[in-house]
């Protein structure tokens, strides 16, 4: 094996290379990237970076050691199985013995207008937090951990903002327990939220507005949305790799023995099924198991994915290990009701479970740790 090419400059495609050199590949490594920034955190992108202080160094990641040739602004095209080639955009072809698939995915939206903005990479991030500083009245629509991260952004900045939500926020990825505690404090901090079965954008008289279900209309003088994401899979559609939007693998994140596939893209072997995790201790996992596996094959260990999920809103910061959502009041281990730092967990019938830590300090392993049966 001596070219590997990783289609993706994201944490999974930078995690990949990492591990390809940590596992003992030492020939030709290209990474291709279709932003023209070197890779950062997402995850800050609607946390630290929208606030004041340090917030715009807060999605830098540490250097990396891989030593790749990186392929910036430019994006793939295609991939030749056959021919072994990864095609850009640019009419450049990359031949490659290896090639990991982690071109992650992007913001669904609800229409095409131009007023409808998305928070998924960097430049949005920085168009955001520009366009707060002249607190401007917003509406989100979304209530998943996104939609509500942006609102508390916003509030923070000093903006009128309104979340549009189809039920509870946050309900269908925490369960209702943990949502009521951040309905709460979202709440207490002036979000106005509003209920409703679907809505929908149009332009009207030249302004863009929400339309709900109930036909009421929302405006506001910034329009966010953040519903999920899309797979960025049409760049296969000549391969077969893709299947329901998704790339499936098997638990060493191989769709064949020279192709691997990682993070927001790939649907890899869980408890429930096949499922695709778009979080960013997924995307990292699952990209060190399928480094080693494309130079190892067979004796590579397989992925043993735990779920890991944070969130910082509102005041509140929560980290999570395990399968969510949660149903029914947790067994507090410290602290107890009322918003207040507390250390939780539920249990799952064998006696595995989810544990979670609110405003609460605590490494990371020690709660992994907490959701595995008692000895």
């Known amino acids: 094996m001596d070219r590997v090419v990783v289609v993706g400059n994201g944490i999974a495609g930078l995690t990949a290379a990492d591990t390809l050199r940590e596992a003992g590949f030492d020939g030709e490594l290209t990474i291709v990237g279709d932003e023209p920034h070197p890779a950062y955190s997402r995850p800050a992108l609607s946390k630290a970076l929208l606030l004041d202080g340090d917030g715009m160094s807060s999605h830098e ?35 490659y013995d290896r090639v990991v698939l982690a071109t992650g995915s992007r913001a669904r939206r609800l229409s095409d207008l131009p007023e409808e903005l998305t928070l998924r990479g960097l430049d949005d991030a920085l168009s955001l937090r520009n366009r707060l500083t002249g607190r401007p009245s917003v509406i989100v629509v979304g209530g998943g951990p996104l939609g509500m991260e942006i609102a508390s952004g916003c509030l923070a900045a000093g903006c009128r903002v309104t979340l ?30 509003v209920d409703t079965g679907s809505a929908r954008l149009e332009r009207r008289e030249g302004n863009a507005r929400v339309v709900l279900d109930d036909g009421a209309v929302l405006e506001a003088e910034v329009l966010m949305t953040a519903v999920g994401d899309v797979p960025n899979t049409e760049w296969l559609a000549d391969t077969g790799l893709a299947a329901k939007g998704a790339v499936p693998v098997d638990s060493r994140g191989l769709v064949r023995p020279d192709v691997a596939a990682v993070g927001d893209l790939a649907a890899f072997p869980t408890p429930y099924g096949l499922r695709r995790i778009p979080l960013w201790s997924s995307a990292i996992e699952q990209a060190k198991v399928a480094a080693r596996a494309l130079v190892r094959g067979d004796d590579a260990p397989p992925l043993r994915f735990q779920p890991y999920f944070w969130t910082e809103q509102f005041g509140l910061s929560l980290k999570a290990v395990g399968h969510l959502p949660l149903e029914g009041p947790p067994t507090y281990v ?3 009701p009322g918003g207040g730092p507390a250390l939780m967990r539920w249990s799952h019938d064998d006696g595995t479970g989810v544990a979670a830590a609110l405003n609460y300090r605590i490494p990371i392993p020690r709660l992994r740790r907490m959701t595995q049966p008692a000895s």
Do not use: M, N, W
């Open 164 to 193: 549009v939500s189809q039920g509870v926020p946050l309900i269908v990825q925490l369960g209702s327990y943990l949502a009521d505690v951040f309905v709460k404090a979202a709440l207490d901090v002036g979000l106005t939220i």
């Open 61 to 95: 990641l540490a250097p990396t050691g891989h030593g790749a040739a990186e392929l910036l602004g430019v994006r793939a095209t295609g991939l030749d199985l056959d021919r072994r080639l990864v095609t850009l955009d640019d009419g450049t072809a990359l031949p």
């Open 334 to 336: 410290d602290g107890g």
